[in-house]
């Protein structure tokens, strides 16, 4: 399967899950922020993406992809706001960020935020190859670079 | 799509209610696991009663009360009878008193059961039906949720829990295709109101039933039945009372 049909895929199940219009649900729409996501509405996305491509996401997962395996106390400072580690890390998985924008000012709970349609893409292919890995089946999807 | 061919779990289906309730729903074709505490033989005999009549079932023991055993009895239906489709929480318990008399934890056990085994059990089960995007969960209210009953106040405030939470876990399942209703039933003669319903006390009752007698399990069960199949397709967050019209009723009801 390749990137483009898990972009369809992914957005069937944003558009049912929001029940928004299609045209709002652009690779570069945040899901919580431009397309009003709630927690629930996440849990309806994950679920359906499940549904559809047999991958599972937990709702807790989406925040610790994005984190990175970084501890707490090394992604924010003692304000919260987001450290250089922290940053390097969230270039990563939401390539789209302007640091030099953010730095010094982005909380730790805003992170998700930023979240885009397309960043859920790159995850959904990221828990496929590993999950293609983990069952020792061949790669069925590329890992994004 | 037909109920025939799903899989049910029915809590406390040993004995009364629940116990008609799995022989309702295996009538439809509905493989059932019996749940129970401690009566044993009356969940065998349950279950070789629906397979005499051609049925699936298999008991599975489990206190509600207990979220560790509820989540091991929630994977033995999955292993052994191969899915979940229905839940039916029905096991309930009541020990009734005057509030002035009281035992001070007597709210808590009742609630452990009554309350603490809906949440559990849905919660749970939940997840299994959520990740199909379909199901029924039906939990076995009381009309004593939503009226009141001298010497019922922790049971009353048990089922009154119930029929809140049956509301609110409508709303977050039913964009996953499950849905969550409640039957609240009045009078019933079972183990559980014998001492109420029985002798003169059940003479008193039924003159202030408008349909004038006590209900039967298999009228319990046809309730539950309907919400739990796809002619309630549309229903969610429903409390619906069979009770032969008792909470229908205002005072006396006449003059
Ligand atoms: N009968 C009525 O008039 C009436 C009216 C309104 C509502 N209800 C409700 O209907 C439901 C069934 O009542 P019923 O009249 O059929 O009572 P019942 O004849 O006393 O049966 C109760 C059932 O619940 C099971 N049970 C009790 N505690 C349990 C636990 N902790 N874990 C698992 N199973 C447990 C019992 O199994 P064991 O024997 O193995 O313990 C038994 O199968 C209850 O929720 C009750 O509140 C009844």
New binding site residues.
Partial sequence: MDRHEITEIVTTAVVDGLGAEPDEVTPDATLLDDLSAESIDLLDILFRLERALKVKIQAAQLAEYVQGGIPDEEFGDADEIITEKGLAQLLRVMPQIDPDELRGTLKARRVMSLFTVDNLVDLVIHRMAVDAMEAGTPERAEVPA | MTISGQVALV??????????VCRRLARDGVAVAV??????G??KSVVRDIEEHGGRAITVA?????AGEVGAMTEQVIRELGGLDILV??????QDALLYDMAMDAWLDVM???FG?VFHCTRAVLPHLMAKGAGAIVN?????GERGWIGESN?AAS?GAVNAFTRCAALEAARFGVRVNAV??????????SA??EGDGGKSIRKQIPARR??T?EE?ADAVRFLAGPESSYMTGSLLTVDGGAAAVLGAGRP
Avoid at chain 2, 62 to 66: F, I, P, R
Avoid at chain 2, 89 to 94: C, E, K, L, R, T
């Fill in positions: 809590t406390g289906g040993s004995r009364g209610i629940g116990a008609a749940n129970y505490r401690s009566s044993e009356a969940a489990g206190d509600v009360a207990d929480n029905n096991a309930g318990v009541s452990r059961v009554n085994g076995v209210s009381s009309v004593m049971y089922k609240l039933p009045g009078f019933v003669p079972t183990d559980l109101v109420l319903v006590l209900g399990t319990i």
